[in-house]
């Protein structure tokens, strides 16, 4: 298994502003993901950020709104950018490891 | 297409056995998850099987892969009220370089003493 911590667990934001969520593994791995879960629903994956090299956004998402960090192997950052209440969702990283697709907590957020 | 539909409630009763169905699309899927969410809590990966296997058995899980159909199953053998959570169905196909899941939107399950 692997060992992934996000900071913060939740925040609590007002609308126009930007919130940076930091996830952490435990051992290096080479992609890891974001995702957004919106109320009541499932999972959607945001970008794929491999180290050293640009994330990949997937339709619907742009850097601009949702820039990545890759500083190394073990870290990665999020940002939601100029936040309004739609962006208000649980923000969760991802590891794959030989096939098997590990999640963080969760980063609970609310724009108000 | 990229849907993977399941059914969005079961009730079952403790001490029966549930049975979580799921349909994918993608034929070249190569891995196909089961995750299990507690009410706030993160996903947790119950158990995989690889699109080579026909079945895969671990404790109280039993899943099924239908390839010719494109059907998975979780069974759950003796049902517990701690196993009221939603459960995830996932793909995982190849996207250029990466792997990416697909998701189906869950079958919450409710289990009744």
């Known amino acids: 298994s692997a060992v992934i911590s996000q900071k913060p667990s939740r925040d609590i934001c007002q609308r126009g502003t930007s919130l940076t969520i930091q996830c952490q593994v435990d051992s290096q791995v080479t992609m890891m993901f974001w995702y957004r879960q919106q109320p009541g629903q499932s999972l959607t994956l945001i970008a794929t950020a491999n180290q050293g090299s640009e994330a990949t956004y997937e339709s619907g998402f742009v850097i601009d709104k949702f820039p990545i960090s890759r500083p190394n192997l073990t870290f990665s950052t999020l940002t939601v950018s100029n936040m309004s209440p739609e962006d208000s969702s649980i923000y969760l990283c991802?590891?794959?490891?030989?096939?098997?697709?590990?999640f963080g907590p969760g980063t609970r957020l609310t724009v108000l | 297409g990229e849907d993977v539909e399941q059914s969005l409630f079961l009730s079952v009763r403790e001490g029966d056995s549930s049975v979580i169905n799921c349909t994918y699309t993608d034929s070249s899927s190569t891995y196909l998850y089961w995750y299990k969410q507690e009410p706030g809590a993160g996903l947790q990966l119950l158990t995989y099987?690889?699109?080579n296997m026909d079945m895969k058995q671990d404790q109280r899980l039993t899943v099924l892969l239908n390839k010719k159909d494109k059907h998975l199953s979780l069974r759950i053998a003796d049902t517990q009220t701690g196993d009221s959570a939603i459960y995830f169905c996932?793909?995982?196909?190849?996207?250029?370089?990466?792997?990416?899941?697909?998701w189906g939107l869950g079958t919450s399950l409710a289990v009744n003493p």
């Open positions: 099987i690889f699109s």
């Open positions: 991802s590891v794959d490891r030989s096939g098997e697709q590990f």
């Open positions: 996932a793909e995982s196909k190849p996207a250029g370089n990466n792997r990416k899941l697909i």
